[in-house]
């Protein structure tokens, strides 16, 4: 089966921008989805497809992908921000299962 | 708005049967394109894919676990369930259903529970 592989942290200043990445052989066939996940709460869609926000999240977060690599980009990155950061995709295995990387904690210095 | 509770005890015995029961509002579950799922997280730790039911009753597990679960729908009440067997200390965890939806744009999820912390101890 597939695994996505994250940083297991990663530390921006404020303002400045930051990019999360998920490398996976199922990434060559499927778009990664993004989720936050702050502390005592459940994770929240960020980023899905080639590019897409659900609606409410900042402009400031956005997706991109290159072979078995996918990446979340946030541009100036706020004190809110901070958080852990999952992405996940469909195993390319043909089995139907679902995988999810293991996180990565965002720190906004 | 779609929204999704979980509901069951919040303490089993070990050895015993986890359930859980996902109450969806908002959206119905027999509608083609979602996939129901059932993701905990340890404390402390990442999210792990426990399994999902389609619509159409069609069900997929991690190969992990896939020995002691079992997931349900029950339409008539806009629900899907989880069932755990023979838990231990290690499925002490925050248990989320979660709804995945697939479009052009792929898989994702787009609708949590807010998660319920099941603790396994006697």
Redo the contacts between chains.
Sequence with gaps: ?SELTQDPAVSVALGQTVRITCQGDSLRS??A?W?QQKPGQ????VI???N?R?SGIPDRFSGSSSGNTASLTITGAQAEDEADY?C???DSSG?????????TKLTVL | QVQLQESGPGLVKPSQTLSLTCTVSGGSISSGGYYWSWIRQHPGKGLEWIGYIYYSGSTYYNPSLKSRVTISVDTSKNQFSLKLSSVTAADTAVYYCAREYYDSSGYYFDYWGQGTLVTVSS
């Excluded at chain 1, 459940?42 to 869609?45: G, H, I, M, N, Q």
């Excluded at chain 1, 089995?95 to 999810?100: A, L, M």
Aim: hydrophobic share 20%; net charge positive.
């Design positions: 089966s499927y778009y989805s989720y459940a994770p929240v869609l899905y497809g080639k897409n659900p999952y996940n995709s469909r089995n139907h299962h679902v995988v999810f990387g293991g996180g």
